[in-house]
């Protein structure tokens, strides 16, 4: 049996780390989350020389073991407690050369809790841009490590990394900084009293905020003839030990780091002075957007119209081999369609993705940020917001988790209750369907009509998310304060395989999330829309043709006529036609009511019920758009999809909190089902009341 | 295949998928230890 050694890899944010685990890795790697507690954890194999197996866990970035926040926590609790499956027998720092002054401060406090660790130094091939060199053979002495000079841009270092990994048992466990030097008579008493514990880790214990879990602070205060000292003083010592460590980082560094400025070739002040630029900053920003919407719209039709056709090939080609029953009309009536209502979105949620992770990579989404704060402080919001506000454009929930770093309690409850107005990737397939279908093909300086609806769909979203936080930040009475950091990185070409796994991710996430249920709607839909009570759906043929009697109808149009009296009659057409007095001032019929309804499971849901609705017991196998242009309006007369009845649901489905699981964490994350209740009355009420003035004014 | 046989793997399927509904949006999931209230718990 080969043998498996635990590998932790640590670094500050922004240091590639993600990209070294990548490189390390390749696809040996699963996403899961830590127990407990919803700070993703990333985790892969790494087949090392000599038949060694290495289990490396991507740890959350943190710029040192003193805690702030959740995220931190995580590694600090991994790395106090032994007993813990994936404890490290190596960690692994990760460091950006143009940062390793900052980035050393993680490294020494990890090498004090004397576990053997290696300094990795990142972006190896930027030393000769920016004019720095290295004296490796003096860093490794000084830092008692072993270096590896690393570039995954340029694929350089890995194998000598690997190498030093499987080394491990060589690397010395001999601390940087003595933590006794900045408090020699507290720390002397701490030694009397706990003879058998490492100094550093008592330290950390003592010192942080954090719950840890099995590292209890409580047992340290819980001993009687030992008396810790004040928050205040402990903040203090901290202070000291942090001044005390870069005192120790920059002696190493004097002599380890030489940076010529004049050899540096930097076009990053440039870039930043245009990208972050009161003015042009935000037309540049709204150019990229602009491109990326036509893009998604320009890119993705041909392998769209591909899928949908398919899907309706399939649904044909199986009805036709398998024998009639009940089990055939399930997958060719409820099953295929139904999952075809999400497969056929997959290559415009990948160009999505694949644009933000690329705006992510290249380092431009934090001057995105940094740019935003600017608006955002205007409505009682701070930057840390925009993170939540742009990562709800993939889903609500991550982002919604992702506001557990603002600090201030009203900014973060803010934050939770708009989030839900960005335009998430699940209303992408409602927003691209209805488009499709009410707004027409033309261009306006190169742009087309259906990119640009899209975009504004996008704008409003976060325009109402925005003038909501005003709105909450004047009527909620909860003072708090916080402070805005933002590391800029640098500018980098993105990396082709951090890019692939981010799209893949992401798509898979997206497919498989709400696939499950899309697949067991449909099944239940095609159930309520297959079979009813009674006998107006019992008798229906007999009664459509007493009714039609006489009037001379084809076989087609009297077949026609009996389909969608069953349907009408069906469990699913008697619950539509029960809310549509409620709809139908909106112009939607009971058909849209009910994947109105059902979308509540998952916004996506709503394109996968209708092709349901709309495929049972129908004989022509049609794609999903040409089914739903030309559904009439049984009221009205006319294509039921019309501008009017189109707009409406658009804005419908911007504001309504169409999402069972976002409310769910709303109310986690509050621990009150307050706030998740007001929010949903709230933004449906707001929705219902647009999406009717809206089809008031256009029908 | 005959009309029992469809009927069952039909039936089947829609059992299957009504009971993973439920399972998914109302199956209660156990709490977590600690979260912030309506004020700040300073867990953050």
Redesign the interface.
Known sequence: MSKQINVALIGNPNTGKTSVFNALTGLNQKVGNYP??TVEKKEGVCKLPRGVKAHIIDLPGTYSLNAS??DESVVIELLLNQNNKDFPDIAVVVTDVENLKRNLLIFTQIKDLQIPTILVINMADRMSYKGISLDIEHLEKELQTKIALVSTRKKQGIDELKQLISNYKDVSVKPCLDIASIDVTYFENLKKTFPNQLMYKLWLVITQ???FGKVDRNEVDAVADFKTKTNADLKRLQQKETIKRYQFINNVLKVGQTIDVTQAKDLRTKFDRILTHKFWGYIIFFAILLLIFQAIYDWATVPMDFIDASFASLSEWLANL??D??????LTEGIIPGLGGIVIFIPQIAFLFLFISILEESGYMSRVVFLMDRVMRRFGLSGKSVVPLISGTACAIPAIMAT??????KE?LITILVTPFTTCSARLPVYLIIIALVIPEGRFLGLSYQALTLMLLYLIGFGTAVISAYILNKVLQ?K?KSFFVVEMPNYKLPLFKNVVLTVVEKTKAFVFGAG??I???S??L??LASYGPGEQFNNAEEIVKTQFASQNLSDEELQNKITSHKLEHSFIGITGRAIEPVIRPLGYDWKIGIAIVSSF?AREVFVGTLATIYSVGSDDEETIKNRMAGEVNPILGGPLFNFASGISLLLFYAFAMQC?STLAVVK?????W?WPSLQLALMSSFAYIVALIAFQLLK | MNTIVQNILAFSAVGLAVAFLIKKFFWKKSKPKKACGNEDCGCH
């Open positions: 407990g507690i926040s959740l905020d954090v719950n398998l024998p029953g009940a089990f055939t009309s399930l557990r770093n603002i600090e201030s309690w973060r909860i708090s499950k249920i697949l067991a709607i099944i239940v095609w159930f499971a069972m986690r994350e509050t621990n009150s307050k």
